[in-house]
Structures are given as structure tokens and as C-alpha cells.
């Protein structure tokens, strides 16, 4: 079982950035972040690979940057120009084979991010 801690998240003005960051229990290939608004279904923000290799979901080219430490074993999420729709809760997802050989997906427990007009 591989457990994501999260932190990082908060009120920010509009405009205003934050970075949050998601620490893995063990090395997992993949690690990303997910959000979930009020009301909404929860969507993909951006992934990135043990190796670097990134996605993000459309909407956020250019604003939020997805980036990992894995002697840490650790991904950030840094968000710049927030807008108030970005305010979400932000989930930590990891997802690879663990010790063991089982590929299994894994969630983090959510980061209220908060975004004030």
C-alpha cells in the first residue's frame, strides 16, 4: 500500500500562485494531481512519469506546471494566474507496479485549494 501525504494547498487571491506537493510512501511510476469542484466530476490536472514525461489536460498548458523529485518520491503541482473556477479539491493519484508486482492506483486525501475574486 503506498500512502500520499499532500500539502500545499490554501486561499490565494486571484491572480496568485500556489505549489502543492504530494509525497508517495515508495517509488510509483506514475504520480499526478486531479481536481474536483463543487458539484462537478472530478478531472485530470496533469501526470508525470518516473522518467519526466508529462500530460496535461488542456485547460492548464501554460498556467500550472507538474514537476517530481524522485529521490523524494515526491510531485509538485505549481499553479500560477489562479482563477476563482480553480478553486477545487486537489488530489494526489499514483499508479504503477509496487513492490510485489501488482500495478494498483493510489489516492491522496485532498487539498482544498481556495481562489478569492
Known amino acids: 500500500q503506498v500512502q500520499l501525504v499532500e500539502s500545499g494547498g490554501g486561499l490565494v487571491q486571484a491572480g496568485g500562485s500556489l505549489r502543492l506537493s504530494c509525497a508517495a510512501s515508495?517509488?510509483?511510476?506514475?504520480m499526478g494531481w486531479y481536481r474536483q469542484a463543487p458539484g462537478k466530476q472530478r478531472e485530470l490536472v496533469a501526470v508525470?512519469?518516473?522518467?519526466?514525461?508529462?500530460n496535461y489536460a488542456d485547460s492548464f498548458k501554460g498556467r500550472f506546471a507538474i514537476s517530481r523529485d524522485n529521490a523524494k518520491n515526491t510531485v509538485y503541482l505549481q499553479m500560477n494566474s489562479l482563477k476563482p473556477e480553480d478553486t477545487a479539491v486537489y488530489y494526489c493519484?499514483?499508479?504503477?507496479?509496487?513492490?510485489?508486482?501488482?500495478?494498483?492506483?493510489?489516492w491522496g486525501q485532498g487539498t482544498q485549494v481556495t481562489v478569492s475574486s
Open positions: 493519484n499514483a499508479n504503477g507496479f509496487i513492490s510485489g508486482g501488482t500495478y494498483s492506483t493510489f
Open positions: 508525470i512519469t518516473r522518467l519526466g514525461s508529462t
Open positions: 515508495e517509488s510509483i511510476f506514475n
